[in-house]
């Protein structure tokens, strides 16, 4: 039966496997051994690994100068391999030793769907979203600008990079998350769609000012501030979680609806919070932002007379 020699990094990750049919294994620095290690603190000839004519394998220290060290720490110079998997210290480089008999872990399925993303890795679109972003919050920091310190208002633009980096954690916490569960991290796609998402929202922010200024207190504009950031924020959700490689539509549906949904938790708990506090709301564009022709002082006036009258 052949014999496995699977080098592992500080995390326990497998960084390298050797098989072998033959029945002494050397391991070291050397150039000379079966299986040679970089790690300086291991010896040029540290161990070797083997067989006897029984088929019991032993791993026996070469009088090392950091010695062998078996899974509870202790060295060891001569140690029987009694189970497969058992792993050892060279020095600072972890090794596990296994058969050829061992099962394999269950084959991770490649994720799906995050395919038609792909175009989200664009640096170009990345550096444009960014920019966009920037200059919205630039724009409206020297709109709220009055007074004695309007003419300084770029100095409130140093904190624009902690606001950005504020909103990559998102991104970056998917990132994590799809790197824990063995997937592509796809970082860049994730910082993209946080910051395109977020530029739909300020367009949307500023379409639903204009509606407001032409069609104010309608319940089509009612529905639509009640869809639209619904469907922003749920399909943000849902392909965020598509490139973190989350492949149960159920899942998805589940902590994109959560997620979701607690957008309006805030508007709820204003909506049963008292407050004193009057709400002030303007929604005043130039008049070639009208839709319709505005009507005239006369005909205003006329009008509310006709109105009067039917009161009357």
Known sequence: ???????????????????FNQSDIRIGRSYSNDVILLD???CAEHAILSCDEQGQWQLRDLNSANGTLNSQGQRVEVVPIAAQGQSFTLGKQRLRILFSDTAVAPTLP?????????????????????????ADFAYNNWLSAIGEHAERWYRQLVILPFILLLIAFWPAFLALLARFRSQDAHFKQQASLTFGTLVIWLLWDKLQFWLGFNFSNTMLLSLLHAVIPTL????????????AGIQRKATKWVFAALLTSSYWAVPYLQSITPTLQPAYQAELLPEAWLISSPSSIDAFMMETDSLYQKAD
């Open 232 to 243: 922003i924020l749920g399909a943000f959700f849902w392909y965020g979680f598509t490139l």
């Open 40 to 42: 300086p603190h291991s």
């Open 1 to 19: 039966m052949a014999i496995i020699i699977e080098l592992l990094n500080s995390q326990g990750q497998s960084t390298g496997i050797h098989k």
């Open 110 to 134: 490649v994720a799906t769907g995050w395919q038609s993303l792909g175009w989200l890795a664009s640096t170009p679109l990345l550096i444009t979203l960014l920019i966009l972003v920037s």
